[in-house]
Structures are given as structure tokens and as C-alpha cells.
T-cell receptor, first 113, second 115 residues
Framework: ETGVTQTPRHLVMGMTNKKSLKCEQHLGHNAMYWYKQSAKKPLELMFV???????ENNSVPSRFSPECPNSSHLFLHLHTLQPEDSALYLC????????????FGPGTRLTVT | AQSVTQPDIHITVSEGASLELRCNYS??????LFWYVQSPGQGLQLLLKYFSGDTLVQGIKGFEAEFKRSQSSFNLRKPSVHWSDAAEYFCAVGAPSGGSYIPTFGRGTSLIVHP
């Protein structure tokens, strides 16, 4: 596989469920990102990891818990979500410390019922 | 803090017509500027970027953008639009943060192409 992959592509979960989103990049990058994309709103940066260390958390509720076990994998653990958390969740990667662009995965469409 | 304004929510053009999508940014230092495109059901793909040098930047798929510091603008252009260009277009300005350049995105402009 090439580029940035995300699984699952679609997820429906109840408010009491626990699920995880997975992102994997095959580009040799060392920075990874989670974004939330809701209709009619700009992309919201959620978390940033550089060399497996979290360097940014944009006041994201604790019901979202990121995990970055290595530079190629990024997870977003979800629990006790709210309907307003329904959105497209995008993962991206880039070279850390440089001015390179981000490479995005196709996203996970999350619906919270 | 940096910000990006894309004043047009929707743009409708006929196939073969020229296109210009507007982007204005606010950033105190030299900006790093990007245009991304998002097709339905897909992630964002970089069209072009500006860091320094020539203010007219060429990108993929026949797109170009011009950086105008005096107007704080980075408008995207294409001389002849194809039906496959219908998508959402995002302008972004990058600022250094925690070892990377984190882009701030605009709200996006939806391009509709009529046959």
C-alpha cells in the first residue's frame, strides 16, 4: 500500500460504545495529525504527533484519545461520544521540522447515534 | 494567530471557462501558502504551495496561484475548467508549531462545473 490509509472508512456507533480509528502512513514521515471535518466548518486540527510525541492538542474533549505507537501508525480511540461528534475524521502525515505539505488519508466517516 | 478567508462558498462555472478562487490570509510573518483539493469521499490532495521566490506558482492539473503580499492574497486560477475539477478547494496558511508547520485552513470553496 502507498500513501496514507485509514480504517474503517465508515463507522456507526452508539453513544456508549468504544471504538478506534486507525491511520497508517507508508511515506516515511515523522509527523502525524488528526483533523475533524464537519459540514460548513473549516478543518479542525485535533492532535499533532512529532516523532511519536504529542505536540499539539487543540482543546479536544477527553472522549477522544489519540495514540501514536510509532511514526507510521496513529490511532484515535473513541468513547462516550455525542451526536455532534459525527463528522469525517482525517489523518495526515508530513515531515516534521520542515515546510513540506501534508498528505491526507481518505478519512473515516463517523456517525454517532 | 494566522487565519484564512475564502469568501466564496460556492462557485459555478461552465466547462471550458476560466476559473479564479479567492483566498486571503492573515499572518504576521512570511506565509507558507497551500491550495488543496478534496473530491467527494476523498482526503485532501495538494495542488500547489508557495514558500518563497517566484510569486506565480504552478501546480498539478493545470492550476496556478499568485501570491500578492500587498493584498494578502493567494488566488487559485485555471484557464480552462474540466468537469473533473468539480470538488472542494481549500486554501491554507502554514505557521511553525512544535517542530512542524501546521496549516490553518479556510472554510473551502465548492466548485460546480456545468457541461
Amino acid at each position: 500500500e502507498t500513501g496514507v490509509t485509514q480504517t474503517p472508512r465508515h463507522l456507526v456507533m452508539g453513544m456508549t460504545n468504544k471504538k478506534s480509528l486507525k491511520c497508517e502512513q507508508h511515506l516515511g514521515h515523522n509527523a502525524m495529525y488528526w483533523y475533524k471535518q464537519s459540514a460548513k466548518k473549516p478543518l479542525e486540527l485535533m492532535f499533532v504527533y512529532n516523532f511519536k510525541e504529542q505536540t499539539e492538542n487543540n482543546s479536544v474533549p477527553s472522549r477522544f484519545s489519540p495514540e501514536c505507537p510509532n511514526s507510521s501508525h496513529l490511532f484515535l480511540h473513541l468513547h462516550t461520544l455525542q451526536p455532534e461528534d459525527s463528522a469525517l475524521y482525517l489523518c495526515a502525515s508530513s515531515q516534521a521540522g520542515g515546510r513540506d505539505e501534508q498528505y491526507f488519508g481518505p478519512g473515516t466517516r463517523l456517525t454517532v447515534t | 494567530a494566522q487565519s484564512v478567508t475564502q469568501p466564496d462558498i460556492h462557485i459555478t462555472v461552465s466547462e471550458g471557462a476560466s476559473l479564479e478562487l479567492r483566498c486571503n490570509y492573515s499572518y504576521g510573518a512570511t506565509p507558507y501558502l497551500f491550495w488543496y483539493v478534496q473530491s467527494p469521499g476523498q482526503g485532501l490532495q495538494l495542488l500547489l504551495k508557495y514558500f518563497s521566490g517566484d510569486t506565480l506558482v504552478q501546480g498539478i492539473k493545470g492550476f496556478e496561484a499568485e501570491f500578492k503580499r500587498s493584498q494578502s492574497s493567494f488566488n487559485l486560477r485555471k484557464p480552462s475548467v474540466h468537469w473533473s475539477d468539480a470538488a472542494e478547494y481549500f486554501c491554507a496558511v502554514g505557521a511553525p508549531s512544535g517542530g512542524s508547520y501546521i496549516p490553518t485552513f479556510g472554510r473551502g470553496t465548492s466548485l460546480i462545473v456545468h457541461p
